[in-house]
């Protein structure tokens, strides 16, 4: 029994967001939301949404105990960028690179 939950088009770049998804990575579902309340990053906050959406799916759909589920994966993976311009000295242009991520929570039973 598994469950996942998708979060997509996220806009904060994956790079910063791996950080705190490391910290919970197999961590009971109770231990890591308290975690991650506690980290004072936007990824932090994303990955909480989305690992409260996991359990919700857990509970509505295979009827599971909650205090028996732990993060099994978590994957932080580039979503789309958004291209932008930023002015320069001398009338040129340097690129911007607006990242965003794609987070994916899979909760199992132990």
Known sequence: MEARSVSRH???AP???RGVADL???KKVGEAL???DF???KGARLLAKTLKSVIANAESQQRVDVDRLYVRR???DGGTTMKRFLPRAHGRA???RKRSSH???VVDER
Do not use: A, S
Request: hydrophobic share 55%; no cysteine; aromatic share 0%.
């Open 74 to 76: 978590v994957l932080v």
């Open 24 to 26: 919970i990575r197999g």
């Open 10 to 12: 996220r806009r904060v």
């Open 94 to 96: 340097t690129p911007l």
């Open 34 to 36: 308290m975690i991650l």
């Open 39 to 41: 980290i004072p990053k």
């Open 103 to 105: 987070i994916t929570i």
């Open 15 to 17: 790079r910063k967001v």
